[in-house]
């Protein structure tokens, strides 16, 4: 049991790794790249997009198999529980990242009128923060998965 909890929480985390992937290698430089206008309004109509049904069952149900993964390994405590802990807590990082920076920082674009004067400036900022803090999260969760997918192989 406690083995296919630790596949599906890799699995998990290697498509959420993906996601974050994308926007860290091309997505947000080609955002960033359009006119401030075209860049603030793809990214609203992506920030819109996203919480759907099956991005939102990876991201937070994956947080979820870690929390519950991460509690049965401290129980367990044996040579590769310390691996899925570290593994559980590094995809929480991510996680964390986003209910504190990203989705704030996306609530506040969507509010944003994309042809005001002063949009340019504030996407510029958007988008070199919001990319580096993205680089975190695309780290943790894809780290995630390589030590869950380790630890799962180990036993």
Do not use: K
Not at 54 to 71: E, H, K, N, P, R
Not at 94 to 110: E, S, W
């Amino acid at each position: 049991m406690e083995r296919y909890l630790t596949i599906i929480t890799a699995v998990g985390a290697g498509v959420v790794g993906g996601v974050m992937f994308a926007f860290s290698t091309f997505i947000m430089t080609g955002l960033g790249r359009l006119e401030p206008a075209q860049g603030i309004a793809a990214m609203q109509a992506i920030n819109r997009e996203a919480p759907n049904f099956w991005f939102m069952t990876a991201l937070f149900g994956t947080a979820l198999t870690s929390i519950v993964l991460a509690v049965v390994s401290v129980v367990r405590h044996d040579g590769s529980a310390v691996y899925a802990v570290i593994a559980c807590v590094l995809y929480l990082v991510g996680i964390a990242l986003t209910v504190v920076f990203h989705v704030p920082h996306n609530n506040a674009l969507d509010a944003i009128d994309p042809t005001a004067a002063d949009s340019a400036a504030y996407w510029r900022d958007y988008v070199s923060g919001w990319t580096g803090w993205n680089h975190v999260r695309t780290v943790s969760a894809i780290a995630a998965s390589a030590v869950l997918t380790w630890s799962a192989t180990r036993g």
